[in-house]
């Protein structure tokens, strides 16, 4: 995915939007760490096909309070968010919302979930942050600025790793079974999980985020929203990666997702699933 710098925001005010978007990721966590392993966590299930989709009061307290800070900083913006829904603005950027991602692993104890904050400009990725607070890591980038991991009050720049072949790498997919739903993805899964060297599963956004990181190769995923890959595209393309749809193409708004820290193995992966899925 790629943009002519022309049409992007002077640097300077992308970064500044950059260090809100990690002030908001730092509310949010401030919001939801209170929850995390509680005793009496309220789960409920906000399912529409029949699967378990759950949410918590964490989620919602998380994005309340993004938007509040939102509003008080950034009027003019829009605002989609998981939980409330989509707020119309006038200043052609849009503050895109994931209060909890990965809520399964958040209501198990498990710490691979993340806080996401993407920021799209005029409709295409311009800045992302995963946040981790249990955990206090920060994955960040804004197009141009490259992509960093600021942990424990120390920064390091991100940077994929290099993995030319199928049979090398290490891949994440948050469940085999969310390619069921659709006729060809999971013999296309299936047949790609048997050409790695390793799959592991339930990662959600810390899955791309070790991508990014350089410990792993190769995330694999369907049937995702807006909202859970508006942080991640900025992060791992900073990072060195390619992230894009089964086909190649983009994936801003969600759908069928295949990200890669190498660009040869995301060749590889992107033939492999569109020989079975289409």
Do not use: N
């Amino acid at each position: 995915m790629s943009f002519d710098p022309a049409d992007l925001p002077p640097a300077p005010e992308l970064a500044a939007l950059l260090g809100l978007a990690e002030r908001l990721a730092e509310a949010a966590g401030a919001a939801v760490l209170p929850s995390f392993r509680a005793e009496a966590l309220e789960v409920e299930d906000k399912r529409l096909r029949g699967v378990f989709d759950p949410v918590t009061e964490a989620d919602k307290a998380g994005e309340r309070a993004i938007r509040a800070l939102l509003e008080a900083e950034r009027p003019e913006d829009s605002i989609w968010g998981e939980e409330y829904g989509r707020k119309a603005g006038t200043s052609g950027y849009e503050w895109i919302l994931d209060p909890i991602d990965g809520t399964r692993a958040f209501i198990c104890g498990l710490a691979h979930w993340g806080i996401l904050i993407g920021l799209y400009w005029r409709g295409r990725p311009v800045a992302g942050v995963i946040g981790q607070p249990y955990l206090g890591e920060v994955f960040s980038a804004r197009l141009g600025g490259g992509a960093f991991l600021s942990r424990g009050g120390e920064g390091r720049a991100l940077r994929t790793r290099p993995c030319a072949a199928l049979g090398e790498a290490v891949m994440f997919t948050t469940d085999p079974r969310i390619f069921d739903a659709v006729a060809g993805e999971r013999a296309a899964y299936d047949a790609l999980e048997r050409s790695v060297r390793l799959a592991r599963y339930g990662a959600d956004c810390y899955g791309y985020a070790m991508v990014a990181a350089g410990q792993a190769d190769l995330v694999v995923e369907s049937g995702l929203s807006t909202y859970d890959v508006a942080a991640l595209i900025p992060i791992l393309t900073e990072a060195g990666g390619v992230i894009t749809d089964w086909r190649g193409g983009d994936c801003s708004q969600g759908g069928r997702v295949v990200a890669a820290g190498d660009a040869r193995l995301h060749a590889l992966a992107v033939a492999e699933l569109s020989r079975l899925a289409f």
